[in-house]
């Protein structure tokens, strides 16, 4: 039985680790509903965005668009969006598994030629594939530092020059979508080329464009595949919030359930320290007593 010096001191230990895991509970939350309002406003742009995106890539055009160019896939990109920190749960171990998954099955033959490159958006993304062998993009993992659509738009704009340029044949972005507090969804998106509205009855897609047809593709293309890009990041940001205080919530209850435990094993070993103390009374006045 451990002795009451260290039992305290355990207790003592578990309720300072309970007083951090409540307070990163609160700044999780706090940071949750600003991260949030965010992303529930951006979705229905973004959605109408990728909306038109996919319904213009399956109109009649004169050639093949830049942005729906397809081929035999050599060369492939991927785009891992994690978080800057830990303590948030399995946020960031799903999107390196689903990444994972991606290198072993889908793209084994690509990966076995060294034609896959990871573009980590995040520290950990970078931390993590940094310390495997492989091609990467290490210009654009912070960010978190300060989430602007500027900035998304800068990658977004990099792996649309690197698309049109022919290095890369197909691009897939990996990340966390926020669903609520408690739930987070995998996503595996292909970015580029991008994918023609799927139509029920094929038909011929015939729209009326003004000014122009090429016109309106060069302005709108990049602006949609921006903003998709970060409503990723924006997902991301609030799903990661979302995790962080869901998993210090359950790590507070832990400790009070550890607390508990352990001040019952203090009570006991207290009570049997008393104990044997009275019994040690007891047996030196009896042998005074026979003396």
């Known amino acids: 039985m451990p002795s009451l010096k ?14 951090i895991t409540k307070a990163m509970k609160m700044v999780a939350a706090a940071k949750l509903r ?8 951006m979705r229905p742009f973004s959605q109408k965005l990728s909306d038109l995106l ?7 055009t004169d050639g093949q668009a830049w942005y729906s160019r397809t081929g035999e896939e050599k060369k492939v990109l991927i785009v891992v ?8 749960g399995s946020f960031n171990s799903n999107v390196f598994k ?3 998954r991606l290198l072993v099955e889908k793209y084994a033959d690509q990966q ?9 958006i995040g520290k950990k993304a970078f931390e993590f594939f940094g310390k495997r062998s492989g091609k990467m993009v290490n210009d654009y993992w912070n960010l978190f530092g300060t989430l602007s659509f500027e900035r998304a738009a800068a990658i ?3 792996l649309m020059d690197q698309f049109k340029a022919g290095e890369y044949d197909k691009i897939e972005i990996v990340y966390n979508e926020f669903k609520n507090v408690a739930t987070q969804i995998l996503r595996v998106e292909q970015f580029l080329p991008v994918v023609p509205k ?4 094929k038909t011929t897609v015939d729209y009326l464009y003004q000014p122009n047809q090429e016109e309106i593709l060069t302005g709108l293309i990049p602006k949609s595949l921006r903003v998709q890009l970060y409503k990723a990041a924006l997902d991301s940001n609030a799903s990661e919030n979302g995790a962080r205080m869901t998993a210090m919530d359950k790590a507070t209850e832990n400790a009070g359930e550890l607390l508990k435990e352990l001040k019952l094993t203090y009570n006991r070993t207290r009570q049997a320290a008393i104990t044997k103390e009275i019994l040690e009374i007891v047996a030196g006045a009896e042998a005074l007593k026979s003396a």
């Open 112 to 120: 076995r030629k060294g034609n896959v490159t990871i573009l980590p």
């Open 6 to 19: 260290e039992v305290k001191s355990r207790i003592t230990s578990v309720m300072s680790t309970q007083q």
């Open 156 to 158: 977004a704009d990099f």
């Open 98 to 100: 689903a990444t994972t």
């Open 54 to 60: 996919a319904n213009l890539s399956g109109a009649e």
């Open 198 to 201: 799927k139509q029920v009855v």
């Open 81 to 88: 969006v994690s978080s800057d920190r830990g303590l948030c």
């Open 34 to 41: 600003k991260s949030q309002d965010r992303i529930m406003q």
